[in-house]
């Protein structure tokens, strides 16, 4: 998909630049409608051609971690291990605490940055 609208946002630029061309040479009473035509044809065109450049088809998945914590507010144990795919925030766990055998809830969910440093994002 993204390959065909660049290939007809770039047939829709050139055929509304052709359209352009008529409308200037064109009856000075016309002219007005084919260069109307000739701007919403090659604006078309382009919205396709950026359109298209600013989603990639694929984008790498970043690394990612999920911090787990125990609801024991007397517990503190936490644990960090790879974002698995439907982890999100405050999602209850199947897993017991090791340490105090309590509920476990997923605190946050970070994407690694090359960095270190880490950033919290909303799932
Ligand atoms: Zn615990």
Redesign the pocket.
């Known amino acids: 998909m993204g390959v065909l609208s660049k290939i007809l946002g770039a047939i829709l630029s050139g055929v509304g630049g052709i359209i352009l061309f008529f409308g200037f040479n064109a009856d000075p009473g016309i002219s007005y409608i084919w260069l109307f035509i000739g701007i919403l044809v090659m604006s078309m065109g382009f919205s396709l051609l950026t359109g298209g450049r600013k989603k990639p088809e694929i984008e790498p998945l970043p690394p990612t971690i999920t911090e787990i914590h ?1 609801t ?1 507010p007397e ?1 503190d ?1 936490k644990e960090l291990r790879d974002f698995e795919k439907d982890d999100y925030i405050l999602k209850p766990l199947d897993a017991k ?1 090791p ?4 509920k476990m809830v997923i605190e946050g969910v970070y994407i690694v940055r090359e960095e270190d440093e880490n950033e919290e994002i909303k799932i």
């Open positions: 125990c024991d517990c144990f605490c340490k105090c055998g309590g």
